[in-house]
């Protein structure tokens, strides 16, 4: 479970509260929105050619018992003309704290529309008496099929869906339950963990990327860090006691969460790095403590696997030992010097009365789906992320993968071959109807959302 980031709680968890704006004499479009039932907007900006709106939307806690209480969904919208497709991105997380308008790769290249949602769990969009057997694969999707429904009265154009990483697979899942909410979707590095145990795919990953050299050096200074034990949990634990940081909500001990942080650099080092930055890993025979602790800070980042960082992410390991599933690798190079054999799992980042077993009919039945059904499905993956190990396989439904030359787990469009871009612009604007000289024109000075957002560590 390669899920780590120095995550800033105090500017991810704040709930946002801007005064509703004023409505204008003459606003047609702020007319539409309001007139959604069980939507409201909580904020508007106009920029230079879009609007963007923050909003909440009602739904049920549970989809199958609509009556037994709800929750307010945050979501946010990039408006640029009603007769612009529109791109439902669902980035598998939470929303920032203050949303401001950015656009995902596939909406700058379709000068779409962009609807953003935050996954339900994910703080606020959680109900008051959480329930977490309703945090599943279909109840999101029925969130994003009943705001795709309630949209579709202002966008009635062509629908695109997109997301990374979690995302991606958030994405591949509303279209599985409801393959008729869009016209198609673009998954950026999206894992396919079809069986839970069997992941020789990672193993096979990692005895393969990049130089032999590069690989070595990589496991002799994983392999380091666990002799040095004895000096490098100290200060793990003095920064534990300086920052405030505790573990036995959810890791346990600082022993613990120093050996799942050591387990994680590898996994983290090629999801985020490149070869060129091979040359960055200290020389385990004669790097320094400080060399060892400072790089692992660096590429895996002590503080991640602490109560304090692990909370925001628990919709994400729930999900992940429930229905999702996680990577399990052999490490056979470090046999002798783990304390803890067990420990590398989803369970393990969750306190006792979120963790679950394990239920493996919803992935297998995603995974057959997707490769004999499934239409109209675009997968991007990134030749040295380790995410991209198991992947999707896509049907001939219209439907295709693309792999980018030595990218990470940052892989995008952009990133391919020229060749393989051109390919797969034109497939994504001929589902949405856009023709390539019309999608060049007129693009939004607005920032990039590469879709992965600050979690650098987590899928």
């Not at 899920?3 to 709680?9: K, Q, S, Y």
């Not at 096979?204 to 034990?229: I, N, S, W, Y």
Request: aromatic share 10%; proline share 7%.
């Amino acid at each position: 479970m390669r899920h780590r980031i120095v995550a800033i709680l105090a500017s991810v968890l704040v709930v946002l509260t801007p005064a509703i704006p004023a409505r204008a004499a003459d606003d047609p479009l702020l007319d539409q929105l309001t007139a959604i039932p069980g939507l409201s907007v909580v904020s508007d900006t106009a920029g230079t050619g879009y609007r963007f709106f923050v909003l909440t939307y009602r739904q049920p806690a549970d989809h199958r018992h609509p009556k037994q209480g709800t929750y307010e969904q945050r979501l946010t919208l990039l408006h640029r003309s009603d007769t612009s497709p529109t791109v439902l991105y669902t980035n598998g997380y939470g929303l920032a704290a203050t949303p401001r308008a950015t656009q995902t790769e596939p909406t700058a290249l379709l000068n779409a529309n962009q609807v953003s949602v935050e996954h339900r769990f994910f703080t606020p969009s959680r109900p008051a008496a959480a329930d977490w057997s309703d945090l599943n694969i279909w109840q999101e999707a029925s969130d994003e099929h009943r705001i795709v429904t309630a949209l579709k009265s202002v966008y009635s154009g062509r629908w695109i869906q997109t997301g990374g990483s979690k995302g991606g697979m958030t994405s591949v899942y509303h279209r599985r339950f409801y393959p008729g909410d869009v016209d198609g979707v673009v998954a950026y590095v999206a894992p396919d963990d079809v069986i839970n145990p069997a992941d020789t795919a990672y193993d096979k990953f990692f005895d393969t990327v990049g130089t032999p050299a590069c690989r070595a050096a990589l496991d002799a200074v994983q392999a380091e860090a666990l002799r040095r034990r004895d000096r490098l949990v100290p200060r793990l634990e003095a920064d534990a006691a300086e920052g405030g940081w505790t573990f036995s909500r959810t890791i346990g001990t600082a022993d613990r969460s120093f050996e799942m942080t050591v387990l994680d650099t590898v996994w983290a080092f090629w999801q985020y790095s490149s070869a060129a930055d091979c040359a960055t890993v200290p020389t385990a025979a004669t790097a320094t403590d400080d060399d060892i602790y400072g790089w692992i800070d660096t590429v895996a980042g002590w503080s991640f696997y602490t109560d304090q960082a692990l909370e925001y992410y628990w919709p994400y390991y729930y999900q992940a030992a429930s229905q999702l599933g996680w990577p399990s690798l052999r490490f056979e190079h470090l046999r002798g010097l783990r304390n803890y054999p067990g420990l590398y799992t989803a369970n393990s980042s969750l306190p006792p009365e979120l963790r679950r077993a394990h239920n493996p009919l919803p992935m297998i039945d995603v995974d057959l789906w997707v490769r004999t059904a499934a239409e109209r499905m675009l997968f991007i993956y990134g030749e040295n992320d380790p995410w991209g190990a198991e992947r999707f396989t896509p049907s001939k439904r219209d439907s295709a993968l693309y792999v980018a030359p030595g990218a990470n787990h940052g892989a995008n469009i952009a990133k391919l071959s020229p060749s393989n871009a051109a390919t797969a612009t034109a497939t994504l604007r001929r589902w949405a109807n856009v023709p390539a000289g019309l999608a060049a024109t007129a693009p939004l000075d607005l920032p990039l959302d590469d879709m992965l957002g600050d979690r650098r560590r987590i899928n």
